[in-house]
């Protein structure tokens, strides 16, 4: 048996969870769970980096302290992707990371699709990097990715991952490397870049005053560094013709490719080849998600009225369709602000009705969700080649019982739901093969999964139902 820590850090929150791999099971315990607040400072928007860090700390004291006498096998990290540190010579962090929400990344950006296989979103961190001043990039001695960064506190080991990293934007898609020309054009110095390491390799163990803190003198492992590339050795399919939803902040739609997809019909879709574990490919298209949710209840919260999801949720299904459909993908859906009046002038704009309740701006949301996901699906199977059978849904969202019919509907497929937890289960997975607690590659994992969790299974209706 291993014991296993995943540090899994989302953008609404992040957990600390104790996995435990016997028997061709695996069991998922959360020992921790702290809300992510971004900050605005001087106008900007970032994380609360070490405020994280701390809650990881925090979260891995309480799990050594409830392992009575057992050891910690080791500690994997993932977290969200494309936003990264830069490092002085001395280790000590150059200014607070940006959240990738920030403003600064407005604009025109050069697309490199072609070139790196990755869809031309305005924050991935070669368009961040640009936006940096020479001298921020002149006095940074290293660059590190988020859960880089984090690994870095708990070891004093500066290594890189490879699933994360290619949500940079930096890495030649074939090889897997630093695009080294690319890197230069950006203005950083070639060794500023970390050493790429594949899931599964040994990062360090504990620094001396870290064990000390955390009660431990675990190593810490690199697993599927990216939350999505960890969601998705979760997904619990049974065979290769099945499309998933990651669906959390972000809904991330799409299938696994044999290869990178890296063609103009890919390009125009908007559709992104993201390194994963083991070598595989995800094809995949960002949908906004349910951002959307968080940031209209936010909102109202701000108005003075706090809403709970579930009330709304039901309310939402019992008004049926309100034929409210908006793309949820417009740019101006990505910053923080009031969402229910940017859906409603979306709406206004579209000459469809406008939704004027809370019920019904979440039910605009489930549909234009939904709607957003079978396009994508379609496209998916399409530019990969993939008889698509199954949708999988894994993360937060595959609790809502509205959106996963919705899915199944729009799609006209079979919806699996579940696990839950998918990023914290695939990053115990990946350290849980690395102790040789199982064999086998992604599909072993993804049997595991099957056989560990209970999943819920909805069929397509009929073309006039859900409305
Ligand atoms: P992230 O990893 O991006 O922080 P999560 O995977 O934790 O996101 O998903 C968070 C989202 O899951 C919430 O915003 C919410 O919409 C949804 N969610 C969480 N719990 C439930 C629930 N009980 N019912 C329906 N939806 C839920
Ligand atoms: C989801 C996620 C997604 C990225 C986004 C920035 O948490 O990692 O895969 O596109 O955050």
Same mark, same amino acid.
């Given at each position: 048996?291993?014991?296993?820590?995943?540090?899994?850090?989302?953008?609404?929150?992040?957990r600390?969870m104790?996995?435990?791999?016997?028997n061709?099971?695996?069991?998922?315990?959360e020992?921790?769970?702290?809300?992510?607040?971004?900050?605005?400072?001087?106008?900007?928007?970032?994380?609360n980096?070490?405020?994280?860090?701390?809650?990881?700390?925090?979260?891995?004291r309480?799990?050594?302290?409830g392992?009575?006498?057992?050891?910690?096998?080791?500690?994997g990290?993932d977290?969200?992707?494309?936003d990264?540190?830069?490092?002085?010579a001395?280790?000590?962090?150059?200014?607070?990371?940006?959240?990738?929400?920030?403003?600064?990344?407005?604009?025109?950006?050069?697309?490199l699709?072609?070139?790196?296989?990755?869809?031309?979103?305005?924050?991935?961190?070669?368009y961040?990097?640009?936006?940096?001043?020479t001298?921020?990039?002149?006095s940074?001695?290293?660059m590190?990715?988020?859960?880089?960064?984090?690994?870095?506190?708990?070891?004093g080991?500066?290594?890189?991952?490879?699933?994360n990293?290619?949500t940079?934007?930096?890495?030649?898609?074939?090889?897997?490397?630093w695009?080294?020309?690319?890197?230069?054009?950006?203005?950083?110095?070639?060794d500023?870049l970390p050493?790429l390491?594949?899931?599964?390799?040994?990062?360090g163990?504990?620094?001396p005053?870290?064990a000390?803190l955390?009660?431990?003198?675990?190593?810490?492992?690199?697993?599927g560094?990216?939350d999505?590339a960890?969601?998705?050795?979760?997904?619990?399919?049974?065979?290769?013709?099945?499309?998933?939803?990651?669906?959390?902040?972000?809904?991330?739609?799409?299938?696994?490719a044999?290869?990178?997809?890296?063609?103009?019909a890919a390009?125009?879709a908007?559709?992104?080849?993201?390194?994963?574990?083991?070598?595989?490919?995800?094809?995949?298209?960002?949908?906004?998600?349910?951002?959307?949710?968080?940031?209209?209840?936010?909102?109202?919260e701000?108005?003075?009225?706090?809403?709970?999801l579930?009330d709304?949720?039901?309310?939402?299904?019992?008004?049926g369709?309100?034929?409210?459909?908006?793309?949820?993908?417009?740019?101006?859906?990505?910053?923080?602000?009031?969402?229910?009046s940017?859906?409603?002038?979306e709406?206004?704009?579209?000459?469809?009705?406008?939704?004027?309740?809370p019920?019904?701006?979440?039910?605009?949301?489930?549909?234009?969700l939904?709607?957003a996901?079978?396009?994508?699906?379609?496209?998916?199977?399409?530019?990969?080649?993939?008889?698509?059978?199954?949708?999988?849904? @894994?993360? =937060?969202?595959s609790?809502?019982?509205? &959106?996963? #019919?919705?899915? +199944?509907?729009?799609?006209?497929?079979?919806v $699996? *739901?579940?696990? @839950?937890? =998918?990023?914290?289960?695939?990053?115990? &997975?990946v #350290?849980?093969? +690395?102790a040789?607690?199982?064999a086998?590659? $992604? *599909?072993?994992?993804?049997?595991?999964?099957?056989r560990?969790?209970? &999943?819920?299974?909805?069929?397509?209706?009929?073309a006039?139902?859900?409305?």
């Amino acid at each position: 048996m291993g014991v296993f820590a995943a540090v899994d850090l989302g953008a609404s929150s992040g957990r600390v969870m104790l996995g435990r791999v016997e028997n061709g099971q695996v069991r998922l315990d959360e020992v921790a769970r702290f809300e992510n607040r971004p900050v605005r400072l001087n106008g900007s928007l970032h994380w609360n980096i070490v405020d994280l860090y701390q809650g990881v700390l925090d979260g891995l004291r309480t799990l050594v302290d409830g392992l009575e006498g057992e050891t910690l096998t080791s500690i994997g990290i993932d977290t969200w992707a494309v936003d990264y540190a830069l490092l002085a010579a001395d280790g000590s962090m150059l200014g607070i990371p940006f959240h990738y929400r920030d403003a600064r990344n407005d604009g025109e950006h050069a697309d490199l699709f072609l070139r790196n296989g990755i869809a031309q979103l305005p924050f991935n961190t070669v368009y961040q990097l640009l936006t940096e001043s020479t001298d921020r990039l002149a006095s940074a001695h290293r660059m590190l990715m988020i859960p880089d960064l984090l690994a870095y506190w708990l070891t004093g080991i500066a290594a890189g991952e490879v699933t994360n990293a290619s949500t940079s934007g930096m890495l030649d898609p074939t090889t897997r490397q630093w695009d080294r020309e690319l890197v230069a054009e950006v203005g950083l110095k070639p060794d500023m870049l970390p050493t790429l390491l594949v899931p599964g390799e040994r990062i360090g163990s504990l620094r001396p005053d870290v064990a000390a803190l955390v009660g431990s003198r675990a190593d810490v492992v690199a697993v599927g560094t990216h939350d999505t590339a960890s969601a998705i050795v979760a997904v619990p399919a049974e065979s290769s013709s099945f499309a998933y939803i990651a669906s959390g902040t972000w809904s991330l739609v799409g299938v696994e490719a044999p290869g990178p997809v890296i063609s103009a019909a890919a390009r125009d879709a908007g559709f992104t080849n993201e390194a994963g574990v083991d070598g595989t490919v995800r094809l995949l298209r960002n949908v906004m998600g349910l951002w959307l949710v968080q940031e209209s209840l936010r909102q109202w919260e701000r108005d003075g009225v706090t809403y709970s999801l579930g009330d709304l949720l039901a309310e939402a299904e019992s008004l049926g369709g309100v034929g409210a459909v908006v793309d949820p993908d417009l740019p101006v859906f990505l910053p923080p602000g009031d969402m229910p009046s940017r859906i409603a002038e979306e709406c206004r704009a579209a000459g469809v009705p406008v939704p004027s309740t809370p019920a019904e701006t979440v039910r605009c949301i489930m549909d234009s969700l939904a709607a957003a996901y079978a396009r994508s699906v379609r496209t998916a199977g399409e530019l990969a080649g993939i008889d698509i059978e199954t949708v999988h849904i @894994v993360g =937060g969202g595959s609790q809502n019982e509205l &959106l996963c #019919q919705l899915t +199944a509907d729009a799609t006209g497929l079979p919806v $699996v *739901a579940g696990p @839950v937890e =998918g990023s914290a289960l695939g990053n115990v &997975l990946v #350290q849980a093969r +690395a102790a040789g607690a199982i064999a086998g590659g $992604v *599909a072993e994992m993804r049997h595991v999964v099957g056989r560990s969790f209970p &999943l819920t299974r909805y069929l397509p209706r009929g073309a006039d139902a859900g409305s």
